[in-house]
């Protein structure tokens, strides 16, 4: 493998000012951009300031506010690209194919740094990411051969062999930076037994490490203030939580407790741990598990706190709404919409007898730790969203699809949205906010040229500076921002 410092690339482009128009549409002024062109591989920077478009001979630079092309730098010609991705910081991109990672700044007309020879007659590389420092490259290989730590501006390497979870599936579920001090945790597994070690930011030396008790540890996550660790092991082996002290000794181990044996007395047969998720108000942790269920652990006890349970059947309970999307017939086409059911309802189920899964598929908190979205294996089109302090859902929304991803808003506290698979579902964006009448479905479709979305679509939060929510979307020709202003009433979608 090597690292190469890069030569001047391509001068700036002449920027071409693209016209946004504004719209009052009622209660909430909305405004979007004109539709500029783009492409399947798109994404805007975590800081909110730029979007980063891969087209066939270039990357191309946006500034998020006018659209205007700031950067156009060359790339490889018609490359097959693997790995796309910002930095932390917003300061690095990252383009890479199964031989090659290419290092760009947004401010920059020329790559910073290249990184060959990815791939051997032997190993090839199965997972690539950002340390948390921004010239920091982490390369997982095949088989955890190996982890390799490459900073791009020294082009020094660090090895680190026997790396348990590699794959792009669980790879980050097996490293975790400190918060506080960026210290790298790692999972490595070598003479049949689980080590956890932890490093010194830059150098990567171990300055602590130790055996678990654990047989096959599954995943291990750092509180977001970087005082407690937790690890846990198989399901096929129990329910079993472990908490450590930043300083590496164990604090707490976490098993079968009375409160969740009395909730469901099956937990005994096996249904352990799949999922675990902190929240940013660092008052819980929630584990999600193989059965109906996710349980909250009181920090910093980690004791017992409160259970939500998900079942097959939803009855109307006080002040907990259920929104059901529909589609109607409406001009020449059909609009999605949610309406609230008045009575209970029997929850869908994968249309799939083969391969039943069970168990929690996704969980994640909002921003102030209040609310916890869920959706579970086997309701893959529902989503739950709870209030930590209470028994009872804050809404529960049913969808037409398989929901794939559920993004809070990164600033906005109690707002997310929610992307669902498949052909049906295609340029729809569900939007839920706390304060608002109901949900809100944007069919994005409706925006670009004769209605059309070509090939695979993105759909993501753009950070802004002020409390308004900004989208942006593409699909592989084009892509466009909208922004609205969040009110307490109910979002007016009606664009015209």
Known sequence: MSVRMQSPGFNLQHIRHLR??????????????????????SLPSPDGAYIAIILPSSLCIRETGSLNITQEISIPSEISVLWFLWSPSSSRILVGTKETLYIFSPTNSQALARIENLTSSSIKASFVTFS????????????????????????????????????????????????????????????????ISLHSRGTQDVFRSWYPETIDTQGLSWSGDGKWLAIFESASLGFKLLIYTAGGNLYKKCQISAEILDLDPLIELGLGIKLIEWTPSRKYIAIGDYSDRVTLLQMPQFTYFMSFSHKNILKIVGSCPIWQEQTNLQGSGFKSEFTQTVKGIYLPTPSSVNNVKTGVSLMSFDKSGSLLTVKMENHPTTIWIWDVMKPVPRAILVLHATVSKILWHPKIDKQFMALCEGESAQGLVYIWNNSWLSPKIIDFASYFPDGRLIEKTISRWVHTKDLNSCLFFSDAQNCLLLWFQNTSESLNLCLE
């Open 132 to 195: 948390i420092d921004d010239d920091e490259i982490l390369i997982f290989y095949d088989l955890g051969f190996k982890l390799s730590i490459i900073n791009i501006i020294t082009s020094e390497s660090v090895d680190i062999a026997f790396i348990k979870l590699f794959s792009p599936a669980t790879a980050t579920k097996g490293f975790s930076f400190r918060p506080g001090t960026g210290n790298l945790t790692l999972l490595t597994r070598t003479g049949g037994k689980d080590i």
């Open 20 to 41: 946004l128009w504004h719209l009052n549409s009622g209660i909430s002024k909305m405004r979007k951009s004109q539709i500029v062109q783009s492409s399947s591989q």
